[in-house]
């Protein structure tokens, strides 16, 4: 039965006592439904684990406003409340926080406003079509899909109530394998770092030590002051991967002349303060580098719609394959594995 605008009261009745439950308009087109409590049917009220009816109608009121001392958490979690969840666990595990605010982009505001608990397999289905749809390629729906259910997951162990897991298992899309290794020979690497360097120092610094180092652009930008060493740099690790890595960072040798640049660079900022910053002095971020990375491949007479900053670390690694650096040494130093080297960079 209707109680207040947007807010219904529901009694459902099972072989033993009834249940209690609210059923609330999102503000969306949307609504979220919760059991609130055992009816009455058989032992007394007690205005919390058994509510008779007007206990259930007052109680029903106040969680569907988050008023009266009713905590918000005891509302079901949204979709886009269980992102946002994701999004600031992946921050205290010092993960990737893009994989969460990606999605948040993407979702429908229906969807964001969807309760977990009252997803469906044909709305999960429809979100992954969606993506297709828009052109993305099928690693990278794989790849959002991935992040989502991870966030789903989070939810649900956040909350004992959500029991639809099920609704979330798709299958990853087939044939999603990405082969665009673009591998630049050394005088096309050291072209465009030339072209990076004009355009900007601090680019140029970045761009250099990718090529060198050919590590993810995310790892370089968390390299810190305190990483830099006389002929070395202290690599962080990624944060590719579902499983926790250890957090030990890997010695990565460079030239003096590129350790000079990096100290000059740090000046005296404390060892814990990023090293490798934007001429604003911002850390660089998920997409800061593409466009000047752009300007510096078409000014070496490369096509930037092909050559990406990641062709400096594909083309890192073939450099020390060819010069027969032993593949377990390639795949530590580039914080892969034999099996990746293998499966990508064997022709």
């Not at 072989?15 to 999102?26: I, S």
């Not at 007052?58 to 918000?72: H, P």
């Not at 660089?284 to 990641?310: E, M, N, Q």
């Amino acid at each position: 039965m209707r109680i207040a605008p947007g807010i219904r009261l529901g009694y459902r009745r099972n072989e033993g006592a009834g249940t209690w439950n609210v059923l609330c308009a999102d503000g969306t087109g949307g609504s979220w439904l919760k059991r609130i409590a055992i009816a009455d049917d058989h032992e007394d009220a007690d205005g919390k684990t058994i509510m008779d009816f007007w206990q259930a109608i007052e109680f029903a009121r106040k969680l569907a406003r988050a008023t009266d001392g009713v905590n918000d958490a005891e509302r079901p979690a949204t979709v886009k409340e269980a992102l946002e969840a994701y999004r600031r666990d992946l921050v205290a595990r010092d993960g990737n926080e893009a994989n969460a605010t990606v999605l948040l982009n993407h979702i429908s505001p229906g969807l964001a406003a969807r309760p977990v608990s009252m997803l469906t397999p044909k709305e999960i289905r429809a979100f992954r079509d969606g993506l297709i749809a828009t052109g993305i390629t099928k690693a990278t729906v794989n790849r959002y899909m991935k992040a989502l259910v991870a966030c789903l997951n989070l939810a649900a162990r956040l909350d004992d109530r959500i029991t639809n897991m099920k609704a979330w298992k798709l299958s990853a899309l087939p044939d999603a394998t990405e082969a665009r290794n673009v591998i630049l020979i050394d005088d096309q690497v050291r072209t465009v770092v030339a072209g990076a360097y004009e355009i900007e120092h601090a680019f140029g610094l970045l761009v250099e030590t990718l090529a060198v180092t050919g590590p993810r652009v995310s790892q370089a930008a968390r390299l810190t002051v305190g990483d830099l060493l006389l002929d070395r740099l202290m690599m962080p690790p990624s944060r590719k991967g579902s499983k926790k890595k250890h957090a030990e960072k890997r010695p990565i040798p460079i030239p003096l002349g590129l350790a000079a640049k990096l100290r000059t660079a740090a000046g005296d900022r404390p060892a814990h303060a990023r090293l490798l910053l934007r001429s604003d002095n911002k850390p660089w971020g998920p997409s800061a580098h593409a466009r000047p990375f752009g300007r510096a491949a078409k000014a070496a007479g490369l096509d930037p719609d092909v050559v990406t900053i990641y062709a400096l670390r594909h083309s890192s690694i073939v450099r020390q394959l060819l010069a027969g650096v032993p593949t377990r040494v390639v795949a530590a130093h580039h914080d892969t594995s034999v099996p990746q080297l293998e499966k990508h960079y064997s022709k």
